[in-house]
């Protein structure tokens, strides 16, 4: 056999391969498979319907309105934290003020005592009605801007307003029960400025 018809051979087995591969199952079936997601991927297109102009302005409406409502509701939470905040940190501010003249509150009560041992002297009764009325416009001031004295004097034991100096036995008073003050308490709204230091009956 000649060189000449071996080569025509050889390429007509080559072509007759590539037919057979290109006629095979397996090459139809994938591009049967491209064929078929081009296919969906053109009628998913078609069946998503296109916005009309109208449409369009609602949608973008109701997300601008969202967002207009989500901007006024902050916002306001915004300025009600800001308004207690500041309410705050005035009172901390009037109570420390008003924390400031307690030790004076004490030293009036201390100088009343001080006087009322000496009363069966005459001359110091004036001194007494001066002192006297000075803490009373005093006590005034206090309570005016919202020192009030906390209620002590036959109450119940309260450790969030008082605090216990002392036990003693107290005939016919329950235990816990207060019998002694030893030094006021005052209140600012619900803030206790100082609790009440005193004695409970054992």
């Not at 000449?4 to 397996?26: G, I, Q, R, V």
């Amino acid at each position: 056999m000649s060189e000449e018809s071996k080569e025509e051979m050889e390429t007509e087995s080559k072509s007759a391969e590539a037919n057979s591969d290109m006629d095979s199952p397996e090459g139809s079936a994938e591009n049967a498979t491209g064929e078929e997601a081009e296919l969906e991927a053109k009628e998913k297109v078609e069946e998503e319907p296109e916005l009309s102009t109208e449409d369009q302005l609602t949608l973008e409406r109701d997300v601008f309105h969202d967002k207009w409502m989500r901007a006024v509701a902050e916002t306001d939470n915004v300025r009600k934290r800001s308004r207690r905040e500041v309410n705050d940190a005035r009172r901390f501010a009037q109570a420390e003020t008003l924390r400031a003249f307690l030790d004076v509150y004490d030293n009036f009560e201390r100088a009343l005592q001080a006087v009322s041992q000496d009363d069966e002297k005459k001359e110091k009764g004036s001194l007494r009605e001066g002192v006297e009325l000075i803490f009373q416009k005093f006590q005034a001031a206090l309570k005016d801007r919202g020192a009030v004295l906390i209620d002590s004097v036959e109450c119940e034991f309260d450790p969030a307003v008082h605090e216990a100096v002392g036990q003693l036995p107290r005939e016919g008073v329950e235990a816990g029960m207060v019998i002694e003050v030893a030094q006021q308490g005052f209140k600012y709204g619900d803030m206790v400025l100082r609790p009440a230091r005193v004695i409970v009956s054992s």
